[in-house]
């Protein structure tokens, strides 16, 4: 069995219309769900943090990893606070302790609500309300606050009015206030602005000048929710005049969006467009960090709606070339905004212009790249004579639940893959011309992320029939790459079935993967079960030209740079190759990286910056190309897959033409004709690459 590095679907069980004639089933997708299913759970929570604390050469008391807890996660370290907290509520457990086992869990419901992981916060919030801790105003007032926070941003602002009165109730003085503009910027936006001044004016002046931008910016926001523009501009205006240092920089950019908003309101676009565009300049400039005062007050701030709401204007006017401008832009501050100067990222500063993406492509070359808003999306489609583009009518929401729809039938083996195929072509395609495009560099977006646009149908045939594919995390990173150019590659090497205490099952199939593929070089060093481990990587990686790893993964939804391959684990290692490890190694001289791994982001079809986390750490590490897996797929497919993507390599084909060659040849037995069999593989950077002699033809 070969595994899946992207897999993230809604599938359950086998379908009964699952299409006839294909290979017998295999449970690994069902048993990976599973699994993922119990991640978060507190019975699993409970067991990492065992484990954790276990490893700990310095161990605290449990009270101390709740307070290590809130440390990191007001600094943004959201997987590092959920890890502290797990051997909190270890250690609560183990001493059947409700107060502290109440506080982690309201420690986990923080750190999984400023992750933006809305169902495990609730899930922990409500753990925490459930138990009897020594002092309600710690636990239950905090928890109280995360429910409200939740209902708001499921835009259930009577439930999030509820909770938020209920925890007013119980706050200290010192919480009380940030609870209460939270409940008038829930007013806010609920249309019910004049009570929202009403509760600010109950915030004493002493602490309204404590929470300073935070309280103006909510009364702003309020002021114009009630039809008061030109107060709401005073107040923004005061906001951007403010010459503080420290995150002042920050709070004149949410000025700037304010006084956006402002000019929106009185139906000047025009004025709207430019004082967004203002606030995009701002937010390239402005350093990436995370500001937990933005969720403790309510406001729940996010870069990237600047840019959708600078990129709708753009749409407005018809003026595409600058909606991809800001397309392009906004990818570059989603990654900063994820790593937060906690890695060092070659490519997150790329850029590149129309014209010279355009100059960059060769005869039959076309850049396809999306961009999904709110209420709709668009495609434009690049080419060397031009730029076309189409909007398409559905938004993230709708397009999110077509694709985990098509997911879960592509992975479930139904019949009906094909139709919904063709639905998701008519969305997302009917409205560019893709005409003679031999080579297609797709540029996903949010949701996007998870589809294999090789298994699109246009009615006629699959997309892979037509055009070879390759992903880029953007146009500017894709351009990047392709301009590294070509190298021999002539060593391999291979990780399979590592030996993890992670509980996954063994993979045999892998194994045998690795090792049939390293047959095919001339020199290769394999590891497998307890040799493949994190060290030998970290120690081979940087002198091997082709590295191809068939194990398990995991994406991280919470923080994408603990994204992980599982090696081999010791007792002292867990084995957990991480991406801000690989951010941290040299690969200048990996040509193409192979990702054959299993269980990673499972679940529902959300964002896609924990599939773009991970992989931009490879390429921003050097590799030039990745090939990765959608889903499990099984043994003899995946054999006769790699067999003929190395074999085309070999004899001079670049990587995006050697799959599409491999695919098709997949597709051609009437055993793998389902999609589920010959479209899990992406290939990711440069689809250019040709490996030349680097492999012996079979």
């Not at 404590?210 to 523009?229: C, E, I, T, V």
């Not at 009185?266 to 004025?271: E, P, W």
């Not at 600047?306 to 832009?329: G, I, K, P, Q, R």
Request: proline fraction near 4%.
């Amino acid at each position: 069995m070969a595994c899946s590095l992207l897999l993230a679907t809604g599938a359950h069980a086998q379908s009964a219309a699952t299409a006839d004639g294909l290979a017998p089933a295999n449970t690994q997708a069902r048993d990976a769900l599973a699994r993922q299913r119990d991640a978060e759970s507190l019975f699993s929570v409970s067991a990492e943090g065992k484990a954790l604390y276990e490893r700990d050469v310095v161990k605290l008391d449990g009270y101390g990893y709740c307070g290590r807890s809130i440390a990191l996660a007001e600094q943004g370290e959201f997987r590092q606070s959920i890890r502290a907290a797990s051997k909190a509520l270890h250690l609560g457990q183990a001493d059947d302790n409700d107060d502290l086992k109440s506080l982690a869990q309201r420690d986990l419901a923080i750190a999984y609500n400023y992750a933006g992981l809305l169902d495990e916060a609730e899930r922990f919030a409500n753990g925490s309300l459930a138990l009897t801790p020594k002092n309600p105003q710690q636990a239950h007032a905090p928890s109280l606050k995360v429910l409200g926070d939740i209902a708001v941003r499921r835009a259930r602002y009577g439930d999030a009015a509820g909770y938020y009165g209920r925890s007013i109730a119980l706050a200290s003085d010192r919480f009380r206030p940030l609870v209460q503009v939270s409940l008038a910027n829930a007013f806010t936006a609920a249309g019910r602005a004049p009570e929202a001044l009403k509760q600010l004016d109950q915030v004493p002046v002493r602490e309204a000048d404590k929470l300073g931008p935070f309280y103006k910016r909510s009364r702003a926001n309020a002021l114009l929710g009630s039809a008061q523009p030109n107060e709401a501009l005073a107040l923004f205006k005061q906001v951007l005049a403010d010459p503080g240092t420290g995150d002042a920089a920050y709070h004149r950019l949410w000025a700037s969006e304010g006084i956006a908003r402002v000019e929106a309101a009185r139906g000047d676009k025009a004025a709207a467009l430019a004082a967004y565009l203002d606030t995009v300049q701002q937010a390239e400039r402005l350093r990436s960090k995370f500001t937990s005062d933005e969720f403790k007050t309510g406001l729940f701030g996010d870069i990237q709606q600047v840019f959708n709401a600078a990129l709708n204007l753009s749409l407005d006017a018809h003026n595409y070339e600058a909606a991809w401008t800001l397309s392009e832009a906004s990818r570059s501050r989603q990654l900063l905004d994820s790593i937060r100067d906690r890695a060092s990222d070659t490519l997150a500063q790329e850029r590149v212009s129309l014209a010279e993406l355009q100059r960059s492509l060769g005869a039959g070359d076309a850049v396809l790249q999306f961009h999904v808003l709110d209420d709709r999306s668009i495609v434009w489609l690049v080419a060397r004579s031009g730029l076309s583009a189409a909007v398409i009518p559905q938004g993230q929401a709708s397009l999110a639940k077509q694709v985990e729809g098509f997911r879960s039938s592509v992975i479930e083996r139904r019949r009906d893959t094909t139709s919904l195929a063709q639905q998701l072509y008519k969305s997302l395609l009917s409205g560019v011309d893709l005409g003679d495009t031999r080579r297609l560099f797709v540029v996903p977006h949010g949701p996007l992320h998870y589809l294999p646009f090789q298994a699109l149908h246009d009615g006629r045939g699959f997309l892979i029939e037509r055009s070879a594919l390759a992903v880029w995390p953007s146009a500017a990173v894709g351009s990047k790459l392709l301009a590294r150019g070509n190298a021999q590659a002539s060593s391999l090497l291979g990780f399979g079935n590592p030996s993890t205490d992670r509980d996954v099952p063994p993979l045999p199939g892998a194994e045998r993967e690795v090792q049939k593929v390293a047959r095919q070089f001339g020199r290769s060093e394999v590891f497998v079960q307890q040799e493949a481990t994190k060290q030998r990587f970290k120690e081979g990686a940087a002198s091997a030209s082709v590295v191809h790893i068939a194990a398990h993964a995991e994406l991280d939804e919470v923080d994408p740079l603990f994204s992980r391959v599982l090696l081999a684990s010791t007792p002292n290692e867990p084995g957990l190759l991480e991406a801000r490890d690989i951010y941290n190694l040299k690969l200048d001289g990996v040509r193409l990286m192979t990702l054959s791994a299993c269980e990673s982001g499972l679940g529902k079809v959300s964002r896609g910056d924990e599939i773009v986390g991970f992989t931009h750490s490879i390429l921003s590490a050097g590799a030039n190309s990745i090939v990765a897996s959608l889903w499990p797929v099984a043994d003899e497919s995946t054999d006769l897959l790699m067999t003929r993507l190395y074999r085309e390599l070999a004899g001079g084909r670049d990587l995006m033409g050697a799959m599409q060659q491999a695919e098709l040849e997949v597709q051609k037995n009437r055993r793998f004709a389902h999609p589920f069999f010959w479209a899990p593989f992406n290939v990711i950077g440069n689809g250019r690459l040709q490996v030349f002699n680097a492999v012996a033809a079979r």
